[in-house]
């Protein structure tokens, strides 16, 4: 990987951070305002180095009265986003749960997509995901094709999300419903090459994911590798369970560190794990 640092390194700065104005002043003015807020958000932070914290929320691990008690602390924390969704959803209360949320906060909802059945006009997003770790053409191409009509019907943002799952100690939910290794933990290279692949295919966001339960996190070799050679916000989740992980996960390059099951284990952490990201 040395060749591909070496190269990404030659044009950081300045010429990024012109080329990174030019791009969110472009997109502003080619793109319905009501389709961009977010994207255009989470860009506007990066680009100002402020850590951003998404709660991630399972419809089957969570009530309506645990999801109110959830926001309440999220709020209270300043947190920047709640992501909904799950690999697999076995309850019939997604739609219930969106709902809630939009309905208690005005903290951005964004749709963290398991299958073309979780799409709500509750959301005020949906991260338009592409598989791109793996090789099944159902989830790097084949869902998005039949949800791509219904996002539109609901007139959410789309923003598009190069996706990533890498190995972390067991295998997930995500991993067994989309049929597809995860990358090694031990390979950056492959995670470089394969987020360097999605930039250039027009990903406006990259996501590394441990997976839901995952034993450990994303490494902070992969993390930092990503990072250094891609220029695209960098989405991170799975398997942090303390703020000292969370830390070492924003040092490496995360732009937006997601927590889930932790959470909804012990929701009293939100102060906590939002202090240690926005410290940053």
């Known amino acids: 990987m040395e060749n591909c640092c070496s190269r990404s390194r030659e044009f950081a700065y300045p010429g990024r951070r012109f080329a990174e104005n030019v791009y969110i002043c472009l997109y502003k003015f080619l ?9 255009l958000t989470i860009q506007e932070k990066v680009l100002s180095h402020q850590k951003q914290f998404a709660v991630l929320i399972d419809p089957d691990d969570v009530t309506v009265e645990k999801t109110k008690a959830i926001i309440k602390l999220a709020e209270a924390a300043a947190v920047d986003y709640f992501f909904i969704g799950g690999s697999l959803i076995t309850k019939n209360n997604f739609e219930e749960i969106a709902a809630t949320i939009k309905a208690e906060t005005a903290i951005p909802l964004l ?11 509750s959301a005020d997003a949906i991260l338009f995901l592409s598989l791109i770790s793996g090789r099944n053409a159902e989830y790097l191409i084949g869902q998005q094709v039949q949800a791509a009509p219904h996002i539109a019907n609901c007139g959410i943002e789309a923003i598009p ?3 990533m799952l890498v190995e972390s100690g067991k295998v ?3 991993q067994y419903m989309s049929n597809t290794m995860p990358i090694p933990s031990d390979k950056p290279e492959i995670a470089t090459t394969t987020a360097m692949a999605g930039e250039m295919l027009g990903h406006k966001l ?3 994911d441990g997976g839901s339960g ?3 996190p994303v490494s902070e070799s992969i ?3 990503v990072k250094e050679n891609t220029r695209v916000p960098l989405i991170v989740g799975g398997g942090m369970k303390t703020s000292a992980q969370i830390a070492q996960t924003c040092r490496a390059g995360a732009d937006i560190v997601v927590v889930g099951n932790k959470i909804e ?10 202090s240690t990201i926005h410290s940053f």
């Open 214 to 216: 995952a034993q450990k």
């Open 172 to 174: 997930t939910t995500a």
């Open 31 to 39: 793109m319905p305002e009501h389709l961009m807020n977010l994207l």
């Open 206 to 208: 990259l996501y590394l």
């Open 265 to 274: 284990e012990s929701p009293a952490l939100i102060a906590d794990f939002a």
């Open 223 to 225: 993390i930092s590798a």
């Open 111 to 121: 749709i963290f997509p398991g299958s073309v059945f979780q799409i709500t006009p």
């Open 161 to 163: 999300t190069g996706y």
